[in-house]
């Protein structure tokens, strides 16, 4: 059975430039959910979808928004970079409540 | 205060010896409670998943939940030098929430040969 499944693993964008990351769940998960990682604040949690739907949502600005497709997929977007963006996005799926929360291998940002 | 306190080490131990992870939480509503490995340069691997109070054992792994004093702790036995890596403490509290896990900041760990 195949993994969380995020692309792409690395890439460089420049201060102001946007960028959309895509997550592909494993098999059979409804829930999504995207974390940015940092050596400053560590995991934080960005949001969350369920059967398309933004069920949580993190403490961070509006320039980061996310979207689920019909078929579970999703993607993260994060406008008008700003150097502190450059972190490890993270995405998680799950079948839902009670289960297990399994992770992808993420996407590396730096801004430069 | 965060949520989630966690002692971010970095913790040295021979290989062979018993390792001790723990995290504190502030917050009686988180039910589930998680334990991930991650690996430089890798996503977060589940290692324990825990609901409620108790203990659960898989192999050389033992997580035990204290929701009473809301301390919960991982114990690695035998450990071996494969299992040097950061140690993440995540809890949930289920419902409409459960896909928004709050992470402790990690502790590192080096299992010297």
């Known amino acids: 059975k195949a993994g969380v499944t995020q692309t792409p693993r690395y890439l460089i964008k420049t201060r102001g430039q946007q960028v959309t990351l895509s997550c592909s769940p494993i098999s059979g998960h409804r829930s999504v959910s995207w974390y940015q990682q940092t050596p400053g604040q560590g995991l934080q949690f960005l949001f969350e979808?369920?059967?398309?739907?933004?069920?949580n949502k993190g403490n961070f600005p509006g320039r980061f928004s996310g979207r689920q497709f019909s078929n579970s997929r999703s993607e993260m977007n994060v406008s008008t970079l700003e150097l502190g963006d450059s972190a490890l996005y993270l995405c998680?799926?799950?079948?839902?409540?009670?289960?297990?929360?399994?992770f992808g291998e993420g996407s590396w940002l730096t801004v430069v | 205060q965060k949520e989630v306190e966690q002692d971010p080490g970095p913790l040295s131990v021979p290989e062979g010896a018993i390792v001790s992870l723990n995290c504190t939480y502030s917050?009686?509503?988180?039910?589930?409670f998680m334990w991930y490995r991650q690996y430089s340069r890798k996503g977060p691997e589940l290692l324990m998943y825990?609901?409620?109070?108790g203990n659960k054992e898989d192999g050389r792994f033992t997580a035990q939940v204290d929701k009473s004093s809301k301390y919960i702790s991982l114990f690695i036995r035998d450990s071996q030098p494969s299992d040097s890596a950061t140690y993440l403490c995540a809890v949930n509290a289920g419902g409409t929430s459960y896909g928004k896990l709050t992470f402790g900041q990690g502790t590192i760990l080096t299992v010297h040969p």
């Open positions: 979808y369920f059967s398309e739907t933004q069920r």
């Open positions: 825990t609901y409620s109070s």
């Open positions: 917050n009686s509503a988180f039910q589930y």
């Open positions: 998680a799926s799950s079948t839902g409540p009670g289960n297990t929360i399994y």
